[in-house]
Each structure stands twice: as structure tokens, then as C-alpha cells.
């Protein structure tokens, strides 16, 4: 009877650990010494070549640190790769959430990947802010624990349109569309920009991230006669595509989204096939002698010198800007509820990206992009400051 009351009494013993290592795990994302924070993106697989956006927040943490933390807190960034693959995102992210204790995630790249853990940062109170991505089911209706820096793809899609018909003057219009969220909700996009016209497109195509013969939508583009394709695609798409479209003697003007901005990336890439492209800008190109542009591209070189400095790899250090400001707005009393009060009182922000303001019925904090072109050798060529959508339904909710 005393060994059986001895056993009873240590797995009580044993299962009041367990409860207090498990709490100790699942405490908040930061303590008296450190802020732990998170992004996942395609470290591998068919969008690789956006993997870089994720480390770019080392670069912040090694300038947070250098000058002391914030208020008193030193900033730690965890990468996880999740190969573009949203049931990878699960894994990564259920990881970084109940083993390292992460406070905030930045960046994420990939809307399917983002759209398979939304509601689960939700349920486990966890901010996220700036994903690497903006599609309108991130922030319609107002996630509590979701703030949005980039423009919606369906906004910056109108405002590209609408250059291409005004300043272009071109009127057969085709589109290019990855076969998901972002790809779709930039098909949105034109489709509400033409329709404002009276116009349609030509030709939607759309197409799967990992496909690789694209002879017969490049066709099919060729054969409607489209003067203008707009791009809603990764990386490695886009190439194949200006490629094989060379290869048949068809060479449309090309535009794509902001995700393809990168343009020393697809320069290289593409065999110097980007040039002439034009794309929407989130951000100030990485030449920028912006002030604050010229502080994160020394301190890329001083902390991270083999990570080529770029348009993808600046972008992960403009996404945590504005979780940065909250958090030393703050103060030493930092909780979530605290930060996200914070972060609702932001209005005008802006750091290397636009202006950004959010509310606690507003969390998207932009719809206004710029257009660059490709000049030769990569250089960034402007057309067009930062313009809005006024044809954006959101803000007529």
C-alpha cells in the first residue's frame, strides 16, 4: 500500500513538472533578458529565391543589440524553412510557437502558407506583423493579432493596370497568375481596374508553382495578340516564362508585382532578360541614399557579409520596422495586450516602405505602392511615386 502511494505520489510530482516546464516553454516570446521572434519562408524548394526576405530581420536584431536592446531586452530571430509548402508552414510555425516561446512572428512568405496558420496565431494570441505577402483574407475581417505593411495585391495590380492603359496606352492586356491566393487576388486586381474601363483582358492563365514547360501558355499569350502580361508568379516561373516566350519571337511588355522587384536577382537569373520589366515597389530600392536605407545596408555588410544585399533580403528588415517602434513605445512592461495597443495607435509610419497607419478596425496599412523599371545592368529606374488605389473596396467597408 505505501509503494503504491509512493508511486502516486511521484507522478504527481513528475506530471506538476511537466505542467510547469510546458508553461515555462509556452511563456510569452520574451523575459527579463531577451524578445524572441520568428519568420518562416522558402529556404528550399520552388521559390527559393524569396528565402533571403526571412533572414533580413537578423540584420535588425544585430543593430537592436548593438545599441543596447530594447529597453533593456536583447532581440533573438529564429528562421524556419518551409519550402513553400503550407502544410511545412504548419510544422515550422506549431514549433517555434510550443517549443521556443516566440512573441511576434515577421515577414512569412507565401499566402497559402500564411492562410494555413493565420487562425492558429490567432488562437494562440501571437502577432504577426508584416508578412511577406498581402492577400484580402489576412485582414478582412480585422484579424486582432495580424497588421499588414505590404499593399494588397489587388490593389497594387489596379494601380499597374491603370499605368499601363493611361501611360502605356496599351489595351490588350493578359495576365499571369499563380494558382493561389496571391496569384488570384492580383488577377482581382486587373480584372477591377479593367472593369473600371469597360475593358477585359485578353487572356487569364494561371499556373502552378512547380511547373516548368510553359510553351503552351506563352502561346496562348502570343496567339490573343497581348501587348501587356502582367505577372502574379514566383521567381523561378517568371523566368521560364520571358524565356520560352524569346524562344517563339514574343516579347510583350512585362510587368509584374512587387514580389519580383528584386531586380539584381532576376537579372542575374533571368540571363539579363528583366531588363524593361516594370514592377510595383513596396520599398526604396537597396541603392537608396536614404538615411536609414544607408544604416541597414552598412550594417548588412558588417553583420551578415555573405547575404547579398537586395531588394528581398532589406525587405525582412523593413517588415519588422513598425514592430520595432511599438516595442519600444512600450516600455519595460511588455506583454501582447501592451504591444498590440501600441500597435493599433500607429498612424503615418514610415520607415524604408509607405506611410502605414492602422486602427483596431484597420489592419492594412497601405494601399499605395511605386513603379520602377529594370534599366541596364539592374539599376532601378522610377516611373511613378508612390501612388493608391482609389478604386480600393476595402477602404468602402
Known sequence: MKKQSLSVLSFIIAMSFFILTTSVNAAPGFDDKEIRIAAWGPQTGPAAAWGNVARGPNVMAAIINEEGGINGRKLKHFVRDD????????????????QQGIFAFVCGTSAAGGMAVKDYLKENKVIWVGPATSVNEYVFPVNPYLFTIMPLYEDEASILTKYVVEKLKMKKIAVFYQNDAYGKNGLEGVRQRLKHYKMTAVAEIPVEPTEQDLGSQMQKFKSAGAEAVLMW?????????????????????WLSSDTLSDYDLMFKISGGLWEGVITGAFTLPPDSDNPTMVKYREAAKKYTPAERWGVFYHAGIMFTEPLIYALKKVGKNLSTEACLKELNKIKDFQGTGGKITWTPTRHQGTDSIMIMKCGPNATYVPLQGWTANELATWKKK
Open 233 to 253: 508568379v514566383a521567381p523561378k516561373t517568371a523566368v521560364i516564362a520571358l524565356k520560352t516566350s524569346k524562344a517563339m519571337g514574343y516579347s510583350p511588355q
Open 83 to 98: 519550402q513553400y509548402n503550407p502544410a511545412q508552414t504548419k510544422v515550422v510555425v506549431k514549433e517555434l510557437v510550443e
